[in-house]
């Protein structure tokens, strides 16, 4: 069965400061995709960045970027230059496949960042 | 603004009731899912459609359904709700619900009293 993992359940950092945060995977999928999202207080969820599991190179988009490091099954999203509109909860997912062609996200329990001035 | 609307955005009832949910996909995309996120039990996916039909389904109770419509707007329908149904229910769009990037609506929360 596929599983995420979020070992951190909340972190600080200073603004302007650049912060990962952790996300591990379990899957017998030789095809998946990994996806993080963000959440803030308002509660809508936020897509920022996908990386597929084929892909050879980092994703990044903008401040965000994704440290895949497949034979360890890990996808931690990095933020660069943190503001204080970063503060948030973030959840790892994952494309999980249901069977053949059907998919659906499985979430991680979620990371609470907060970025102090 | 992800293109997903839902509504309504907030919503009490009372235990026993029935309510529906209500959403559109961004434009052109086929499949909608719906999320439900409570504190005990996290981001659970319910159930995925495309194009009008049931493609998969999760942890969907027997007491919740779902239809998509041709106009591919989807209603997730709530019955006999209990206390633990409160949550924060969401839907997402995709274009074609094979794993690309699915897009959240603003959710719905639901308060059963």
């Known amino acids: 069965a596929q599983k995420i993992t979020q070992t951190q359940p909340g972190m600080f950092v200073q603004e302007k400061e650049a912060v990962t945060l952790d996300c591990t995977y379990d899957?017998?999928?030789?095809?998946?995709?990994l996806f993080w999202y963000k959440q803030p207080s308002s509660g809508e969820m936020i897509f920022l960045i996908y990386q597929g599991s084929y892909d050879q190179q980092n994703a990044t988009e903008g401040r965000y970027s994704l440290n895949f490091q497949k034979a360890r099954k890990s996808a931690n999203l990095v933020i660069s230059a943190s503001q204080l509109g970063d503060s948030a909860m973030y959840f790892c997912?994952?494309?999980?496949?249901?069977?053949?062609?059907?998919?659906?996200?499985?979430f991680g329990s979620g990371t609470r960042l907060q970025v102090q001035p | 603004d992800s293109g997903v609307t839902q509504t309504p955005k907030h919503l009490i009832t009372a235990t026993g009731q029935r309510v529906t949910l209500r959403c559109s996909p961004r434009s052109g995309d086929l499949s909608v899912y719906w999320y439900q996120q409570s504190l005990d039990q996290g981001l659970q996916f319910l159930i995925q459609y495309y194009n009008g039909e049931e493609r998969a389904k999760g942890n969907i109770l027997e007491r919740f359904s779902a239809q998509q419509f041709p106009d591919l707007h989807s209603e997730l329908n709530l019955s006999s709700l209990e206390l633990g149904d409160s949550a924060l229910y969401f839907c997402?769009?995709?274009?074609?619900?094979?794993?690309?990037?699915?897009?959240f609506g603003p959710g719905t929360r639901l308060l059963v009293l």
């Open positions: 899957t017998s999928d030789p095809s998946y995709g």
């Open positions: 997912a994952m494309s999980q496949s249901i069977d053949t062609g059907r998919r659906a996200l499985t």
């Open positions: 997402a769009s995709s274009e074609s619900g094979l794993g690309e990037t699915q897009y």
